[in-house]
């Protein structure tokens, strides 16, 4: 499940990719048109820029951007920054692995079994969505 930091900073990034050629936005029209509280928004946004993910401009003209074109920014690395690994438990994670205490043979462990199938297929389909590729996807709900 995706935390609200998450959810925020992928709303604030499609905000940005939308308006990928207008330039720089500003935090307070991110925060206004996402419903996203400003404070939690500044944090959020500072912590893509420390990671590569945006820019950002002081002074007139000024605010956040991407740093890459909304095609080469995926949302798996986005989820990343934001939340870190992407498994569902830790004994399935590539980059938190932790062994489960109970657990007597991970080679046989049904649930870990079934869990890495969901952190693979999550994983795939996560890195290999781009966020301009999420604005025209097109699916039934």
């Known amino acids: 499940m995706l935390s609200k ?6 709303k604030a990034m499609f905000h940005l990719a939308r308006r990928f050629d207008e330039g720089p936005q500003l935090i307070v029209t991110i925060a206004a048109e996402e419903n996203i509280p400003r404070k939690f928004l500044e944090q959020i946004l ?4 420390k990671h590569g993910m945006l820019n950002s401009k002081m002074g007139k003209g000024g605010g956040y951007h991407l740093n890459r074109t909304p095609n080469k920014i995926y949302m798996g690395e986005i989820i990343r920054v ?3 690994p ?3 438990y ?3 994670s590539q980059t938190a692995y932790a062994r489960c205490k109970e657990c007597k043979n991970e080679k046989t462990c049904e649930i870990r079994k079934v869990l ?3 952190r693979e297929a999550t994983s795939t389909i996560l890195d290999k969505t781009s966020l301009q590729k999420a604005m025209t996807l097109q699916v039934k709900l």
Not at 46 to 49: D, H
């Open 86 to 88: 992407i498994a569902p």
């Open 5 to 10: 930091k998450a959810k925020y900073g992928l």
């Open 90 to 92: 830790p004994c399935v």
């Open 116 to 118: 890495y199938q969901v």
């Open 82 to 84: 934001l939340d870190g």
């Open 46 to 49: 500072l912590e893509l820029k």
